[in-house]
């Protein structure tokens, strides 16, 4: 549990209620307050991490640099670039891409790319090695897989935060079997550090943090 | 991995500076023009390289940015042009397969109707008995029903016509599934077959987002007028929407308005679709309201009849 928010994310006031807020351009009708924008965490699996005080590690500021995999039309990952530097945002389907670009218009430090978060190979050459954290909401069919293929992008005191969504695995499973499997999936690659359901926001997600084993 | 061979593999290996003066332009432009082959759009599109490194540094050494902030600047513009250019060119492929589909679908209905008939006539010469249209072609290629002179070229037809059908009920199927996933919203509020038929008509899913909802109203009044010149059907005034159960469910007198409110609801349901593809179910609910509306007002004096309605069919 931590109750340290990344720099240049605050609970700001929104008509009276303190909520989650990062200063950008709005991006998904969020309420506004000046600069700020409110960070809506039933939108967002981030966001609902972060609510729920895990430890993510993130600490924010220009130099922090993510790979975002699932950005869909970026409500997420537009939080994340206002308050993170260089942010590389991987969506496979064409059409929450094309939201993406709209998104990323007006954040000079977020890079869309339209790849599949299952092939590293087709954005490696773009995404810089030894990123600080991964963020990965990808909800499809073989979500620990997809950890594990990107895990040559982190640094190795880097990040992974993960939604692994149950129905996408299996909507016949008792979500916490299909966790359980996901887990140990993970373990391969990575030392999971905490996690915990985010069913206050989203219903059969568990939110993972974890890090690099040393090779 | 040598730093040289390393700098290769980056996506700005072989990419001239140069080409950025005007890449933005071109991104703020119409998507179209971002389609060309430029090297910076090839470059992150096509390049391909298993291990990551640490890119900005080697290309400050490399002196292809001249310093990390300008790599980043470069990098933005090269990624924004590349997605807008992949992005227009999968949603297009998306559409035409759409196209294509729906048209040979209508291809197969009509030609199988068209068979079934001749088939009738045909087997009508050998057997007074004989049913009509698609499903007494079924009848005889399953054996059901049994011609009184047995004819194989008949039954040889039948087959042919079953086919047909059945071919038409597979890409109606395909049309159902996909359109979903290239205009959820119009696929919703018109059917997966209406929308995929409007947006055949008006050549793309883009087309139909940017046509006036009055132009939406009367697409395919066109090919009614020739249906209507070759002696197929009554007079046309009106578009494909009006096989919408909307407009087909209200009374005669009110058919104008809603097809005005559905042809209005589509037009935003296809903007929403081409310009976000995020799916508003709100907009089926809004419909929903406006058609109960409209429908009320002649629940209100239905004692009037449905005079002067039929020239609407
Ligand atoms: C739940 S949505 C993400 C929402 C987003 N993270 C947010 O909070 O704004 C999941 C997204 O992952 C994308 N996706 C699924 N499989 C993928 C893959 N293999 N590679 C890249 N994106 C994928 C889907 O197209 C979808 O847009």
Redesign the interface.
């Known amino acids: 549990m931590s109750d340290d928010l990344p720099a240049g994310v605050e609970r700001h006031p929104f008509d009276g209620t303190d909520r989650l807020a990062t200063r950008g351009d709005p991006v998904y009708g969020e309420p506004t307050d000046g600069d700020w924008r409110a960070w809506n965490p039933t939108r967002s699996k981030l966001g609902a991490m972060l609510e729920l005080e895990m430890d993510t590690g993130l600490e924010g500021g220009d130099e922090e640099t993510v790979l975002y995999l699932g950005a869909a039309s970026g409500t997420t990952v537009s939080h994340v670039a206002d308050f993170a530097g260089p942010t590389y945002a991987v969506e496979f389907a064409a059409r929450p891409a094309r939201d993406l670009l709209e998104t990323a218009a007006s954040r000079p430090r977020l890079f869309p790319l339209l790849a599949d978060a299952r092939k590293p190979a087709t954005y490696a050459h773009v995404v810089e090695s030894n990123v600080d954290a991964i963020v990965q909401d990808v909800a499809t069919r073989g979500q620990a897989r997809v950890a594990l293929e990107n895990r040559r992008f982190l640094a190795d005191d880097g990040r992974l935060l993960l939604a692994i969504k149950a129905r996408s695995e299996d909507v016949t499973r008792d979500p916490e079997d299909v966790f359980a499997d996901v887990r140990a999936e993970l373990e391969a690659e990575y030392e999971i550090l905490e996690t915990s359901r985010l069913e206050q926001y989203h219903a059969d997600h568990l939110g993972v943090v974890a890090r690099p084993r040393s090779q | 991995m040598t730093d040289s061979a390393a700098r290769t593999?980056?996506?700005f290996a072989d990419v001239d500076p140069d080409e950025f003066d005007g890449l933005d332009d071109r991104d703020a432009g119409d998507a179209r023009d971002a389609r060309d082959g430029s090297t910076v759009v090839t470059?992150?599109r096509e390049?391909?390289?298993?291990?990551?490194?640490?890119?900005?540094t080697l290309a400050v050494d490399d002196e292809f940015a001249d310093d990390e902030a300008a790599y980043?600047?470069r990098?933005?513009d090269a990624?924004?042009a590349?997605?807008?250019a992949?992005?227009t060119e999968?949603?297009a492929a998306?559409d035409r397969q759409l196209v294509h589909a729906v048209r040979a679908m209508d291809d197969c209905e009509r030609t199988a109707n068209e068979l079934a008939e001749r088939l009738v006539e045909w087997a009508g010469t050998v057997d007074p008995d004989a049913g009509t249209g698609v499903s007494f072609a079924r009848e005889l290629a399953r054996g059901d029903h049994e011609l009184e002179s047995e004819s194989e070229p008949i039954t040889s037809l039948a087959e042919r016509v079953v086919d047909l059908a059945d071919e038409a009920a597979d890409l109606r199927e395909f049309v159902e599934r996909q359109t979903p996933t290239i205009a959820p919203n119009l696929a919703a509020l018109a059917g997966p077959v209406l929308a995929a038929r409007l947006i055949s008509l008006a050549g793309g899913l883009e087309d139909v987002a940017k046509k006036p909802s009055g132009t939406i109203q009367v697409l395919g009044a066109e090919d009614a007028l020739f249906a209507h010149l070759r002696g197929h059907a009554p007079s046309p005034k009106h578009g494909l929407i009006y096989v919408h159960d909307a407009v087909r469910g209200t009374h005669p007198d009110e058919r104008g308005s809603a097809a005005r409110a559905v042809a209005g609801k589509l037009s935003i349901a296809a903007r929403v679709?081409h310009?976000?593809?995020?799916r508003k179910p709100e907009l089926d609910a809004e419909l929903a309201e406006r058609i109960e509306t409209i429908q009320a007002r002649t629940a209100e004096d239905g004692d009037r009849g449905d005079s002067g309605g039929e020239t609407d069919e």
């Open positions: 593999a980056g996506w470059a992150i390049g391909q390289t298993e291990t990551p490194q640490d890119w900005p980043y600047d990098l933005h990624t924004m590349a997605t807008r992949a992005v999968r949603e998306d679709d310009y976000s593809g995020e």
